[in-house]
Every structure is written in C-alpha cells, then in structure tokens.
C-alpha cells in the first residue's frame, strides 16, 4: 500500500474568465506544501488535493477536464475510483469556471469547504469554521484585481481568521496563462513557492512583489532627459556602472543601463526605445542607491 501523507491546509482554486487565467493559492504546517497541493493548466482548469493527498488527482483530473468533463464530474469520478476517499479533500475549477469541492468524512476537523463563482476554498484541521468563509469573501470583495492578488488575498483572510489549528510552515502560488509565462514560452505566469517559513503567507506576498517587478508590465515610463537622466546617471555612478554623469544621454549611458537591468534581472522591462525608461526601473534604481 502506498504511504499517504497529509497536508492538512487551506486552499483557493480560482479562474478570471476576462484575463483567462486559471490559479492555485495554499498554505500549510506541512514542508514545501507547494510540491504536492497545486495543478493548473491554461485552457483547462485548476486543482488542489489536500489532506492524505492523492497526487494523481492532478494530472488526472485535468486530463478529464481537456476532453470536456465539468469540475463536478471529475471529482465525481475520480473520488468514486479512490477507495481512499474518504480521508481526501480537493477543489476543481474548470476551464469555463465551473467550480467543486469534496471533502471525505474522515477529514479531521474542522474541515470544509465553499465554492462560488469561479472558485473554490477547502481547508482541513483549520482553527474554526470561519476559516473558508472568510478566504471566500475576500476573493469575492477583490473582484477586478489580478488573480494572482486576489489569491494572496484570500489566503491571508483565512490566516487572520485562524488558519490551519496547528499553525504556518508553507505556502504556494501557481497562476496559469496561455503563453504569458517568461518570454512567451510557458504558460506559467505566475509560480512561487515558501517552502520552510514562519510566515509563509506574507513571504509569499513579498516574492510575489519581486516577481512583479521583474516580470510584471507595465506601459508608464520616465524621459531620460533633463533631471531624470543627472539622477540615473548619478545612481549608475554611485554603483559602479558609469564613470561620471555626462548630462548627455549616449551610448555609454545606454550600455551601462543595459548592464545594470542584466545584473538585476530587469532586462524584461527596458523599453525598445532607449530613450525612455520603465517606471518601475527608476523607482527600483532610486530605492537601491538610498539603501
């Protein structure tokens, strides 16, 4: 018999049908809860399987979803295949946003959970039966924001309202979009795990940030010209990417900005037009020199 192990946890599956985005936020006492709990594939759907987890749920269940199964099908499928059922507690979304959620009467306590429009909330051995209800409102009241937000939303709301009874060691978020991963080439727009933290969920909302900035878009740029360009030039100075600050915008200038966003990871967001730069470049530049 295969051993069973048990991330006992609370988790949000969640589709946005105008971004078309489908997602997976959890958080867990367990080590890297990230490795086992989320499944998510653009066009298809999103999964969490938790409590005694049965892996085989994810690829499985988006396999039924590719060839058209609903998310309540598949969990009526799959449960009825699992003589372990009973112990399992997962959520599905499917590709039209369809919601489900199961979870076995051999769950401990409290366990639960609450689907709605586009998404699912379970969570087991939770501090109380607030939990869910309170992860639930929370994605509902950010309607309009990105999914990724939203999910980090929902799961602090269950954290601030008691959370998994034993308490905080991981957490993970896993945001699918077709072609929208690291240059066009992966579906995974978003996907970050905290494996070992003691706040997992706020670790979780920092990184998120970091990956925003390295990755995220955004269409508001600076000038370089005027005081803007002294104050670029000051900072490339000042770390050691530009002799002086010339006042001029040449090729020096543009092949010391170029090697400054590489050793920072930021080459994602220069513009094609050298002339002018990210916003978020600057305040990211700003920000490093006052440090």
């Known amino acids: ?3 069973m192990i048990r991330p006992s946890t609370f988790s949000i599956v969640a589709h946005d049908p105008e971004a078309k985005t489908w997602g997976v936020a959890v958080q867990s ?5 990230g490795a086992v709990v989320p499944f998510a594939e653009a066009g298809v759907g999103a999964i969490a399987t938790q409590s005694f987890v049965n892996t085989s749920y994810g690829p499985n269940g988006l396999a039924l979803m590719r060839e058209g199964m609903s ?3 598949v969990i009526d499928k799959l449960s009825a295949e699992d003589e372990g059922r009973e112990h399992r507690q997962w959520g599905v979304v499917d590709a039209n946003g369809n919601s489900a959620t199961f979870t076995g009467k051999d769950c401990y306590g409290w366990a639960g959970g609450q689907t709605g429009i586009n998404y699912t909330c379970q969570g087991n051995i939770l501090a109380n039966g607030n939990v869910v209800p309170a992860m639930a409102k929370a994605f509902e009241d950010s309607q309009g ?3 990724a937000e939203r999910l980090i939303a929902s799961l602090s709301a269950g954290q601030a309202t008691g959370g998994d ?8 978020l896993f945001v699918v979009k077709e072609a ?3 240059g066009g080439y992966t579906d995974h727009l978003v996907n970050l795990r905290v494996d070992d933290h003691t706040t997992p969920i706020e670790e979780l909302a920092r990184i998120y940030d970091l990956q925003q900035l390295y990755f995220g878009e955004t269409e508001e740029t600076v000038d370089l010209s005027g005081d803007t360009l002294h104050t670029v030039q000051s900072i490339l100075n000042q770390l ?3 002799e002086a600050a010339s006042g001029q915008l040449d090729d020096v200038t543009r092949k010391a900005m170029e090697a400054f966003c590489g050793t920072e990871n930021l080459e994602m967001r220069l513009s ?6 990210d916003v978020e470049i600057f305040k990211f530049m700003q920000n490093l020199a006052e440090s």
């Open 1 to 3: 018999m295969k051993k």
């Open 29 to 33: 006492k367990f080590l890297a809860v």
């Open 71 to 73: 998310a309540q099908e």
């Open 145 to 147: 924001q990105p999914l």
């Open 165 to 172: 009874k034993r308490g905080q060691q991981s957490a993970a």
């Open 180 to 182: 929208a991963g690291y």
């Open 240 to 242: 050691g990417y530009l």
């Open 272 to 277: 094609q037009d050298r002339t002018k730069l």
